[in-house]
């Protein structure tokens, strides 16, 4: 993590655990830090600032912690909120995008109706490691017809290069980079 006299105060609160899910990751935790609430809206501040001159009109949250997250954002933003969820968790016509974890393989999924085509939509996460959530996130707007306006997460894991798979022509906000 950041020398500690230059990080913001909000980082304080999370924690790293070693192997897990598996052995040899390093899950970055951030329940400590959601259970803080002066740290949480501190931390959410810092995720909301950069989109207001880029207007987004909705936020897609990436399950689990992207739905804490992002819902808060869409809520402090009065924005509509749509869970992009793994598969086979939600009712109705969906659209699917395969992925590769750091640690494995995985599908997100969106409801077909969520949104109208071309709704300028921010996309958000809590970590970004490998980057393969976030593009399969972005696959699936673009499935849509949503304009992809952006991008952003609590924590990025620079040494893993996520940023790499994101779109270059789309901005991508990191609250902590590590």
């Known amino acids: 993590m950041n020398n500690?006299?230059?990080s913001p105060a909000w980082t304080a609160q999370l924690r790293d655990v070693a192997d897990f899910p598996k052995p040899g990751i390093v899950f970055k935790d951030i329940n400590p830090l959601?259970?803080?609430?002066?740290a949480r809206a501190q931390a959410l501040q810092t995720l909301i600032a950069p989109w207001q001159q880029i207007a987004p009109q909705a936020v897609l949250g990436v399950e689990?912690?992207?739905?804490?997250?992002?819902?808060?954002?869409?809520?402090?933003?009065?924005?509509?909120?749509?869970?992009?969820?793994?598969h086979?968790?939600?009712?109705?016509?969906?659209?699917?995008?395969?992925?590769?974890?750091?640690?494995?393989?995985?599908?997100i999924q969106m409801q077909a109706d969520a949104l109208p085509?071309?709704?300028r939509v921010l996309i958000v996460d809590d970590v970004l490691a490998t980057g393969g959530?976030?593009?399969a996130a972005v696959a699936l707007a673009r499935q849509l017809q949503l304009e992809v306006v952006g991008g952003a997460v609590l924590i990025e894991l620079a040494a893993l290069a996520g940023r790499l798979r994101w779109p270059g022509d789309v901005p991508l906000h990191a609250s902590l980079v590590v």
Not at 34 to 38: C, I, M, V
Not at 90 to 96: D, E, Q
């Open 34 to 38: 959601l259970a803080h609430p002066q």
């Open 117 to 119: 085509a071309g709704t």
């Open 64 to 86: 689990a912690r992207g739905f804490i997250l992002g819902s808060a954002m869409a809520l402090q933003m009065d924005l509509p909120f749509v869970p992009v969820r793994k």
């Open 4 to 6: 500690p006299d230059q």
């Open 133 to 135: 959530t976030l593009a």
């Open 88 to 107: 086979g968790k939600l009712p109705g016509p969906v659209v699917s995008e395969h992925y590769a974890l750091e640690y494995g393989s995985d599908c």
